[in-house]
């Protein structure tokens, strides 16, 4: 997974501690204003499929989803907006990756140290992709087995 593609920084930040995110959002904008361009909201969304025979809308249910959307005064006066959305109840936790999106996206100070954890999560997001193909061989089954034993039942 690529970390410098900024469609992927939020599944990254949210494979790691989520209290690591808060902390580094809150450390690198201590001396910065915040300001929220819109209220951080969360909430429940509902899933919206269509099947795949007629095509027809259906929902599968509820999901958790909290939003945020940030603009950073730094002390020069330049301006910079992040804005997350997530699949987690937690306005906190979207707040934070929308400060971390702001710095990233306008490579502010301190963008390194979030790169950094963002790499902390592709590092776990790979290890549970390689645990899940270890268990999906473990459980592999060899069906060329079955016509062989197939051929008794027919005489």
Known sequence: MNINERKNWVRLLMAVDEQDVHQLAEKLTKDWQLNYKSLPQSGLGMLKLRDGALHEPFYL??????????????PNGDKAEGAAQVMDDSQQLAEAIAVCDAILANKLSGHEAITALMQQGADSIAAEGANRKQILARTHVDFSLLDAAGDDDEN
């Open 61 to 74: 249910g509820e999901i958790p989803i909290a939003s945020a959307w940030v603009e950073l005064t730094l």
